[in-house]
């Protein structure tokens, strides 16, 4: 009986450890959402940020996981999950290019 108690133990304890997912994580998956191809480099400073550049040339600085989270809406919702090939971040605009070339620029 103790050997069953302690081998559900271990099994519950490494799906716990499996399933949490950090902001690390969460950026690098979306990196390869975001790039719509393979990721070349990915990499986090110590200050946080968050750099990115894709397989076909694309780069992406973000500042945080605000910035991602506009990034996956915009791929979606105006680039139909194509991926971004630039984007940029204004104070008062989003400006960005699709894979497919069409360029935009809307208010935040």
Do not use: P, W
């Not at 990115?52 to 945080?64: H, M, Q, R, T, W």
């Amino acid at each position: 009986m103790n050997k069953i108690g302690f081998l559900a133990f271990i099994t519950s304890a490494l799906l716990v450890g499996c399933s949490s997912n950090t902001q690390e994580d969460n950026y690098r998956e979306a990196s390869f959402e975001l790039c719509n191809t393979e990721v070349k480099v990915y990499s986090v400073s110590e200050d946080g940020r968050v750099r990115i550049v894709c397989s076909d040339g694309s780069k992406f600085a973000l500042k945080d996981e605000k910035t991602l989270e506009t990034m996956k809406d915009i791929n979606v919702e105006y680039c139909h999950g194509e991926g971004l090939g630039k984007f940029n971040e204004s104070r008062k605009y989003y400006t960005f290019k699709c894979k497919s070339g069409t360029m935009l620029s809307i208010s935040k």
